[in-house]
Nanobody
Framework: EVQLVESGGGLVQAGGSLRLSCVASGFTFTDYAIGWFRQAPGKEREAVSC????????SYGDSVKGRFTTSRDNAKNTVYLQMNSLTPEDTALYHC?????????????????WGQGTQVTVSS
């Protein structure tokens, strides 16, 4: 059974930090790029970051560049999202997703598997 399980969300004050984790199982983790997306109430799902499968190159949405960092530990089938300098605008449900093609595109339809998400709430 394919699973992506996110954790690490919570309530944090503006300016604080959180580290999200995404643990994968049921597929060959190293064959997939892993992206992070977020969705706030009433808004479309937004691409946050992505890390490729071979060279571990990363990409970020404009709204998080310089504040968020994604990394992967292939030995643990885990991808991380380190989030610093959080603002209330970062409040959302954060999902990780796996992309077999590995292109790290921002279209949600390019991703094959999705986790249920972890809630991040930033208070002002």
């Amino acid at each position: 059974e394919v699973q992506l399980v996110e954790s690490g969300g919570g309530l944090v004050q503006a300016g604080g930090s959180l580290r999200l984790s995404c643990v994968a199982s049921g597929f060959t983790f190293t064959d997939y790029a892993i992206g992070w997306f977020r969705q706030a109430p009433g808004k479309e799902r937004e691409a946050v970051s992505c890390i490729k499968r071979k060279d571990n190159s990363t990409s970020y949405g404009d709204s998080v560049k310089g504040r968020f960092t994604t990394s992967r530990d292939n030995a643990k089938n885990t991808v991380y999202l380190q989030m610093n300098s959080l603002t209330p605008e970062d409040t959302a449900l954060y999902h990780c997703a796996a992309d077999a093609v590995g292109s790290c595109l921002t279209d949600i339809f390019d991703y094959d598997y999705w986790g249920q998400g972890t809630q991040v709430t930033v208070s002002s």
